[in-house]
Nanobody, 121 residues
Framework: QVQLVESGGGLVQTGGSLRLSCVVS????????MGWFRQAPGKEREFVAA????????NYEDSVKGRFTISRDNAKNTVYLQMDSLKPEDTAVYYC??????????????WGQGTQVTVST
């Protein structure tokens, strides 16, 4: 059974930083695309960032470009999201996801419990 466990969220002031982590278990990690999504109260879940299996190709939602950085450590089965210059509109529950199949861009149906990020003014 594939499991994703997010951590690292918290309460931070505007302009602050947080680093989220997501550990994947239950299958091999390195051949899969990984991504971060978020869901704010009353809104649908939205894409934030993704990193390909090679660890070099990344893409970001426009509002986080230049502020967030996604990375991965295949030896630790972990994907990270470094979030800098945080804004109140970044407040949401953050989730990670994994590709549905090795070397595919389509997302799976696997979700973790999420980690809450709250940015105060």
């Amino acid at each position: 059974q594939v499991q994703l466990v997010e951590s690292g969220g918290g309460l931070v002031q505007t302009g602050g930083s947080l680093r989220l982590s997501c550990v994947v278990s239950g299958r091999t990690f390195s051949p899969y695309r990984m991504g971060w999504f978020r869901q704010a109260p009353g809104k649908e879940r939205e894409f934030v960032a993704a990193i390909m299996w090679n660890g070099y190709s990344t893409n970001y939602e426009d509002s986080v470009k230049g502020r967030f950085t996604i990375s991965r450590d295949n030896a630790k089965n972990t994907v990270y999201l470094q979030m800098d210059s945080l804004k109140p509109e970044d407040t949401a529950v953050y989730y990670c996801n994994t590709g549905a199949r090795p070397y595919e861009v389509r997302w799976s149906d696997y979700w973790g419990q999420g980690t809450q990020v709250t940015v105060s003014t």
